[in-house]
């Protein structure tokens, strides 16, 4: 019988979850806004970082599973218009 692998936190094998700036970043993108700058309001007020900061932090959280596992349906939405763009270049 084989012994199972520890769960938790203590499990070094286990990614530590994703921060709650991660999270909050999922939940901007998850809006819909009626303008460009509302939304670069919200960013300001809500996260307290710039726009520039946002796009960056939000574009490594793309390629983090965790993310995928987190938010799955706005990840692959914005992937799929990453790649998008990225094919229009």
């Known amino acids: 019988m084989t012994a ?3 769960n938790g936190p203590a499990d070094p094998d ?3 979850p994703l921060s709650d700036r991660d999270r ?3 939940a901007v993108e998850r809006q819909s806004w009626a303008g460009p700058g509302a939304k ?3 960013i300001r007020e809500r996260l307290g970082i710039s726009p ?3 796009y960056q932090l939000l574009n490594s959280l793309l390629d983090d599973r965790r993310a995928l596992e987190e ?3 706005t ?3 914005l ?3 990453r790649e998008a763009r990225r094919g229009r270049r």
């Open 4 to 6: 199972l692998p520890p």
């Open 71 to 73: 938010d799955p349906v």
């Open 52 to 54: 520039t900061r946002y």
């Open 14 to 16: 286990e990614p530590a």
């Open 79 to 81: 992937r799929r218009v």
């Open 40 to 42: 670069e309001r919200a």
């Open 24 to 26: 909050a970043v999922l």
């Open 75 to 77: 990840v692959n939405r």
